[in-house]
């Protein structure tokens, strides 16, 4: 299986910080890859996909980049709405295997 | 706009099967695959599979002897049996149009 690791784990920022969060693949995915916030007691919400494609109706702070093993989801400008939990996802390979998933929290 | 709910009960005894449907509302099912996805409470999430329109499925194979899934046109809905549960295989349980939409999710807890 491929090993998706995100890091970090768990991030606290202020709203109006940069946020950063990278997801390292265990062997190269191409850009078959995609970014997820999910909220709590709610379900996933693609953001990103195709490593760098912004999700229709998505915020144009939410940006993704990279290819192979390494991915970056960055939100330009943290607002309140985005504390909660991003995961990674890659479809490269069998099985499709989520990182561990990132909590940002507030500061 | 397009519409997933996932239906079933919501507990299931150790070694019974769990069963779940998805309707999807807004949209036809034909021409896309339909995936599901578990998470155990507190923990992440976990591709269990997917089926096509056609019927053909790809299943997580660390769940492959234990997983089914079919999909039924006529209905718009497609549906996942999970047999021989265990404590293990109590997660929220959600249904999506290939990876970009999803349900809300359905808590199934496995107890006697």
């Known amino acids: 299986d491929i090993q998706m690791t995100q890091s970090p784990s768990s991030l606290s920022a202020s709203v109006g910080d940069r946020v950063t969060i990278t997801c390292r693949a265990s062997?190269?995915?191409?850009?078959?890859f995609s970014w997820y916030q999910q909220r709590p007691g709610k379900a996933p919400k693609r953001l990103i996909y195709?490593?760098?494609i912004l999700q229709s109706g998505v915020p144009s702070r939410f940006s993704g980049s990279g290819s192979g093993t390494e991915f970056t989801l960055t939100i330009s400008s943290l607002q309140p709405e985005d504390f909660a939990t991003y995961y990674c996802l890659q479809h490269n390979d069998f099985p499709w295997t989520f990182g561990q998933g990132t909590k940002v929290e507030v500061k | 706009q397009v519409q997933l709910q996932e239906s079933g009960p919501r507990q299931v005894r150790p070694s019974e099967t769990l069963s779940l449907t998805c309707t999807v509302s807004g949209g036809s099912i034909s021409t896309y695959f339909w995936t599901w996805i578990r998470q155990p409470p507190g923990k992440g999430l976990e591709w269990i599979g997917y089926?096509?329109?056609?019927?053909?499925?790809n299943y997580n194979p660390s769940l492959k002897s234990r997983v089914s899934m079919s999909v039924d046109l006529s209905r718009n809905e497609f549906s996942l049996s999970l047999s021989s549960v265990t404590a293990a295989d109590t997660a929220v349980y959600y249904c999506?149009?290939?990876?970009?939409?999803w349900g809300q999710g359905t808590l199934v807890t496995v107890s006697s």
């Open positions: 195709a490593a760098s």
């Open positions: 062997q190269g995915i191409r850009k078959d």
């Open positions: 089926i096509f329109d056609s019927g053909r499925t």
């Open positions: 999506a149009k290939e990876m970009g939409l």
